[in-house]
């Protein structure tokens, strides 16, 4: 089991806002805080050892993402995940990824064999918690766009994945799924499709969002 990730920071590292949101993230990922928990700032910078200012950007950041929202005292509370939320992060990576897996299906040989390497280095891993599934499944999407070339189309697939709502929803799909299968067994069939050509690895992609969107939905 990893360790809580509410504890305190290091303070060494150069930007205390950046840290301390993805801490909270992580908590909010793992289940350490629940929806409708209230989070005060004050008893965040304790826990995590710093002052008020950096917790109080991470959770400004949090809120714009849409996973907190403001409360009386200064305060802010975890929003329950809706269906329009898991609506419009699905619409997303469908857009981004979809178009990837063509694009890497077009580049070829190279790039199809970047996707294969991450898939098999991950063969033997079934996630233990929701932490490790996130970072396995962001870990092989990513190497698709990355795959591409675009460091544009990269920007925008990490901001999709990298909110903190697209932990909180991860983490939820994680609680829903009753397969318990390896990332590898989960994906290989995506490299398949892109050795079939663009249009099959488009449509691979697709269906492999969608049935992801499924299973949270279930």
């Excluded at 992580?26 to 710093?50: C, K």
């Amino acid at each position: 089991m990893s360790s809580p990730a509410m504890g305190p920071i290091d303070k060494r590292t150069t930007t205390l806002a950046e840290r301390a949101y993805d801490r909270i993230a992580t908590a909010l990922l793992s289940g350490e805080i629940r929806p409708g928990e209230r989070l005060v700032m004050d008893q965040l910078a304790e826990r995590l050892d710093i002052s008020r200012t950096p917790v109080r950007d991470a959770l400004r950041r949090l809120a714009g993402e849409g996973l907190v929202e403001p409360s009386s005292n200064r305060g802010y509370i975890v929003r329950q995940v809706s269906d329009k939320d898991v609506d419009e992060l699905y619409e997303a990576r469908e857009a981004i990824e979809s178009f990837a897996a063509r694009r890497v299906a077009e580049i070829g040989t190279l790039a199809i064999d970047e996707v294969r390497a991450k898939i098999v280095s991950l063969r033997k891993l079934v996630p233990a918690d929701a932490e490790e599934a996130f970072r396995a499944n962001l870990a092989i999407h990513r190497s698709f766009v990355a795959a591409t070339g675009n460091p544009m189309l990269l920007n925008m697939f990490d901001d999709v994945w990298q909110r903190a709502r697209g932990q909180s929803l991860f983490a939820d799909f994680v609680a829903h799924d009753t397969e318990k299968i390896s990332v590898f067994d989960r994906h290989i069939d995506l490299v398949s499709a892109l050795e079939v050509g663009p249009d099959a690895a488009f449509v691979a992609m697709r269906r492999h969002i969608a049935d992801g969107k499924n299973v949270h939905l279930s």
